[in-house]
């Protein structure tokens, strides 16, 4: 065909009418946060090929081609999943269904209309050392069946290698994210693992360079070892450094994670989409999952669950059923249990209190508590993402004294400017002084009209902990330590003596009950 001058520029002008829509999609990006708290966020994710929205965050139960334990169609129906994961690897080279996919497309195969991930095989190459297949030669073979998000092959290094090993697969991982340009990927959104093994400072770089590709979404890669471990201290550092390299506005896939009990804490650290294997596989060993751990079913007396399998039947009558039918049973309350979690958790970002379900969850198992701990050590950052006003603060425990709103009133106690003689009290006001202030451990001492405001309006137990009152000394600290020509007397119920060790040597301590004794009648006790 002849080529004039014309057809050319309407070709070129064609050419960038369909480049348009994919541009303005990566200027606003596919990802739009909504809500927020802790670190945590309800946002949606854009996923243009199926032409439908995920919100997040998600749980995206991970379907075997091979094995369906509960049909894809009932997932998105009965419990309600927009987002399901696949292994595109295990399609790739499957001689029964590799045609059918090629043809019919995944979303018909699986018979699902919400979004679908597919995974590439780098588990299998972790697991066996080979497969017969490069980056760009799957990547192309999850658009032509139909995949919503594609993954590349990363390396998933596993925690506490060396850090050689650690850097030079990272290196490899990140040429085959580059290498993802070459192939026309389309509407598909693409995944850019972040990896690093147990180094904060490889996982932020890893996290720069994956935000640096200009790919989609960002999955945190090889935390299952640590998961398995009970190692959530460590997956809180890994999930912090990626972020920090990430920044704010990107989509954290926290890969692997699938039980509920660490959920809530997931999404405080900033993870936005889960894949649950887990509720399949442990129904087929007869485990039982809840949000407070695992359970045999061999060793329940009851089920501690609403959901309808477990209304509808006793432990002994799911241990008589047949094997099929006994793993189909199980694998459905696991999975009600896990997305009534995430319902729970996405309630909890919108009353503005995820802190206090995380630190219920932290009850529940130790090495959940030192997950949250880790997560407290990172405050500062959480102050940057956590909203200014929210419901209402309850301090639940010691590890309440250390959540981002009471650094927050410290930050702010260093921009107040009292004068004059200015009592600090637990009691009442006292008009001997210029000013009068409350204190309330943990956040220490403020202007009582500030009274109103959140979180001063905490609920705060009358039997607090050591720690809230250090925490309150410190607060004090950092106003008297602002304010060096101000003369502040402390009036304290009883303070054990390491917070009044915190009180700079300047500001006098006394007892409340010495105080009483000049408190004027009529006086009002706020
Ligand atoms: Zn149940």
Redesign the pocket.
Known sequence: MATTGATTAIDEENAILRRAPAEIQEMSGVFEQRTADAAGRIGELAVPRSGVTVETPALMPVVNPHVQTIAPARLEDEFGAEILITNGYILSQSEDLREAALSAGLHDLLDFSGAIMTDSGSFQLAEYGDIEVTTPEILDFQYEIGSDIGTPIDIPTPPDVGRDRAERELSTTQERLERTHEVETDEMLVNAPVQGSTYPDLREDAGRHARGTGLDVFPVGAAVPLLNAYRYDDMVEIVTAAKRGLGTGAPVHLFGAGHPMMFALAVATGCDLFDSAAYALYARDDR?LTVRGTEKLAELDY?P???????AHTPEELRALDDDERERHLA???L??SFGELRRIKQAIRRGNLLELVEVRARGHPAMLDGYRALLDHADRLERADPASKDAFFHLSAESARRPEVRRHHDRLERLVPEGHVLLTEGGENSQYDESWRVVPPFGPFPRHLSETYPLTAEVPERTDRESYEAAAAGIARLANANPETAFTLAHRDWPASALEGVPGRVATIPLESMDEYDAAGETDQ
């Open positions: 039982y089920l669950c609403e959901c309808p399998i477990c209304v459905e309350h696991n009600y249990v």
